[in-house]
């Protein structure tokens, strides 16, 4: 982490942002998403950023997720400056810090949901592999799959592919949890399921969790709700 | 992936039996003319011819030697003395002082004129030629204690109606001898088969009148590829023209060269083709597998790792490849031997010649590697520079 900078950062913050600057598109297509956004997510607690489509949340959780660049402002990561970092370095942090959950599972369908859970901690190397399977298995047993740790991605149902990413997310026990819309391609029930999984094993392991959102049910069970309009919280 | 599995196979398969075929006939080739007349011949003695410039003036007597050319003259007058000389050479690995000689033969039912008779020691010949080999009837030993015995060439005896036992006369410079079959030889080359007939050196010298001297000296060597370096230094050193393999058969070799050549652009638009497979399907691969490689970029994978798992893939259907395109290669190689061809002139042969060679697998697998990883390589960095934001957000659309 050769270009961090260490800022005053207070200890239960897991993440902030300042200002955040994001264009999208090229040319006369070019749109100004993100028009300085601020924002802050504090460890054990659930927040949710509701708005309507093309308002700028999944751009906002991409770039807090240091899966995108940001045009202007800054992102701290505990207490790292990580905006303007190179590639390896927020590549790293993501591994170590930061968990993902996406509207679509994005499991590797080729393994099975134990491997999936693993890929992340093979990554880190934290573990020795049979911790890291240990690891992978508990985490599954916590999401309720503890059955089906042997099965193939395909071999699941849709609720049971999410739980999977919940688990996978979860598996190198980052400070910080971003769910882009992960209940979105869920019924009712595996809604409820997947979101109480989510905020319950994060406040456990006192995670901040940040999820975007379109449901207000999943939005109203969150300990704080961030509505955002034309690339601006509101 | 199974098409690019596939092209490898068919481009490892197809180099090495390409291989083995076109250089089968160069190598049984170059096996004939080494077994028949050895890697180097040392014939001729080389005189420089000098002419001279007055420099002073006509009748100065003072005149400038200028060195013009060579001037070849027939045979050997010492050959033993050359011998001594020519064992010293570490490389060299037989030498057999050979007389040669026209002569006419009669047998009971008819007479040939214009055969080749040679005369040598068959134990010194042995090391330079494949004679032992070459034999097709009788036995080297009747003719090495029978001094009348005589070898013919197989065309020869067949033409004269003789086999082994029979007797048969030479005529040559007014005198004619009787001598008995001690064994049939066949080299493969009609030339040699037809025309050529070997006698003990005694009896070659009393039947040409040649009491000393040699017509040549025939060389072997432990590296017959090097025979044109050490031609030419022996011809340096030693004053007498020395004519390498490479030399007294190079329009065959040319020809098969030119072969070669044909069969190797075949073989690389082959390898081309499975190279090309390979990039296509890992560029396909790369454009399906967009949304797993922004996963395991946003888990912490980096750039070099997502390379490397799709340079892994090339690697792991490469290894596939090679190996079954080398039993393919082995399978379609013995195929190709079985294939009755009969050719008889240059050689002789009643199957297609191959060349089993370790070489050619190795040949074939090296541009398999070099192939599959160039065109791995472009869809591995494509799928390694993409942005994780950009693809799930792409993909989200």
Known sequence: MSSTVTTEFPGNLALRCEGLQRYLGQGEGRVHVLKGVSFQAERGRVCAIVGPSGCGKSTLLYLLGLLDQPDGGRIWINDQLMSNSSDFDRTAARGAHIGFVFQFHFLMLEFTALENVMMPMRKLGRLSPVEMAARARSLL?????????????????????????????????????????????????????????????????????????????????????RPMRDGLFV | ?????????????????????????????????????????????????????????????????????????????????????????????????????????????KTETGMRAYGIDVAEHLKVSNLAAQIVDGSLADFQSNLSGALLGREMADRMELSVGDSFQLTALGQTRRYRV???????????????????????RSLLQKPTGA???????????????????????????????QDRQKSWLEAFRALSVASGITVSVFTLIA??????????????????????????????????????????????????????????????????????????????????SPWHYVEAVSTAIVMVMVASLVPSRRAARLEPGDIIRGTAQ
């Open chain 2, 275 to 356: 190279g090309l497979a390979m990039f296509n399907t890992l560029a396909m691969i790369v454009l399906e597998k967009t949304k797993d490689i922004a996963i395991l970029r946003s888990m912490g994978y980096e750039r070099g790792d997502v390379t490397r798992i799709f340079l892994w893939q090339a690697v792991v259907v490469l290894a596939i490849g090679a190996v079954i395109g080398a039993t393919v290669g082995v399978a379609g190689t013995y195929a190709v031997s079985r294939i009755p061809l009969p050719i008889n002139g240059i050689f002789k042969t009643a199957f297609f010649q191959v060349y089993w």
């Open chain 2, 1 to 109: 992936m199974l098409m690019s599995l596939s092209c490898i196979i068919l481009g490892v398969g197809l180099f090495v039996v390409t291989q083995a075929a076109t250089t089968g006939f160069e190598q049984f080739f170059i096996k004939t003319i080494l077994g028949a007349d050895g890697a180097i011949l040392i014939q001729d003695k080389m005189q420089a011819t000098q002419r001279s410039i007055a420099a002073g003036g006509y009748g100065s007597g003072f005149a400038i030697q200028s060195k013009e050319g060579v001037k070849y003259v027939e045979g050997i007058d010492e050959p033993e003395g050359l011998r001594h000389i020519l064992e010293t050479f570490g490389n060299i690995s037989g030498i057999s002082i050979v007389l040669k000689g026209q002569v006419d033969i009669t047998s009971p039912l």
């Open chain 1, 141 to 225: 047993e916590a999401v309720g799959l503890g059955e089906k740790t042997h099965r193939l991605a395909t071999q699941l149902s849709g609720g049971e592919q999410q739980r999977v990413a919940v688990a996978r997310a979860l598996a190198n026990q980052p400070a910080i949890i971003l769910a882009d819309e992960p209940t979105g391609n869920l019924d009712v029930k595996n809604s409820g399921l997947v979101f109480d999984l989510l905020t319950r094993l994060a406040k456990e392991n006192g995670q901040a969790v940040v999820l975007v959102t379109h449901n207000p049910e999943i939005a109203n069970r969150c300990d704080l709700v």
């Open chain 2, 182 to 204: 001690s064994a049939i030889f066949e080299t493969g080359v009609s030339d040699i088969d037809r025309y050529r007939l070997y006698l003990n050196m005694g009896e070659a």
């Open chain 2, 215 to 245: 017509s040549f000296i025939q060389l072997q060597l432990y590296n017959p590829d090097s025979a044109p370096l050490v031609a030419e230094h022996l011809q340096a050193v030693l004053g007498y023209s020395a004519q390498p393999w």
